[in-house]
C-alpha cells in the first residue's frame, strides 16, 4: 500500500492551499482516509476525515469553516483544501487509511489508522 501526499508549500496567513493524496494497492473506495498533521514540538493532531463514499466529513475544530475535504474513488485521490491559512496550520500534513468503522469516533484518533503516507509540509507566513 502506498499513499503519496503531495501539494504542500509556503502559503501566506489567508491564502489558501490544496493536498492531495494518491492511494495505491489497496481497494480505496472501501477505506476512510483521514489527513493528520504534525507541527514541531507538538503531537500528531486530526484534522479530517472522509467516509469510504464521501457521504460523510469530520474536521477538528481548529479547521472547521476552513478546510474542506473530498475524495474521488474513481481516481483513487483524496484532497484537503485549506482556506483562509493561519500560522497555526504550518506542519507537516499525513494522509492515512482506515476501514470503515463502526463507531465513527476512531476517525478522530491516528492510532487507530493502517497505511500513512510520507507527509507534505505546509508552511504559512505570518
Known amino acids: 500500500v502506498q499513499l503519496q501526499a503531495s501539494g504542500g508549500g509556503l502559503v501566506q496567513t489567508g491564502g489558501s492551499l490544496r493536498l492531495s493524496c494518491a492511494a495505491s494497492?489497496?481497494?480505496?473506495?472501501?477505506?476512510?482516509m483521514g489527513w493528520f498533521r504534525q507541527a514541531p514540538g507538538n503531537e500528531r493532531e486530526f484534522v479530517a476525515a472522509?467516509?469510504?463514499?464521501?457521504?460523510?466529513?469530520y474536521f477538528a475544530d481548529s479547521v472547521k469553516g476552513r478546510f474542506t475535504i473530498s475524495r474521488d474513488n474513481a481516481k483513487n485521490t483524496v484532497a484537503l483544501q485549506m482556506n483562509s491559512a493561519t500560522p497555526e496550520d504550518t506542519a507537516v500534513y499525513y494522509c492515512?487509511?482506515?476501514?470503515?468503522?463502526?463507531?465513527?469516533?476512531?476517525?478522530?484518533?491516528?492510532?487507530?489508522?493502517?497505511?500513512w503516507g510520507q507527509g507534505t509540509q505546509v508552511t504559512v507566513s505570518s
Open positions: 492515512a487509511a482506515r476501514l470503515t468503522a463502526y463507531n465513527s469516533d476512531v476517525y478522530w484518533n491516528g492510532g487507530h489508522y493502517d497505511y
Open positions: 472522509i467516509s469510504s463514499n464521501g457521504g460523510s466529513t
Open positions: 494497492g489497496l481497494t480505496f473506495r472501501i477505506y476512510v
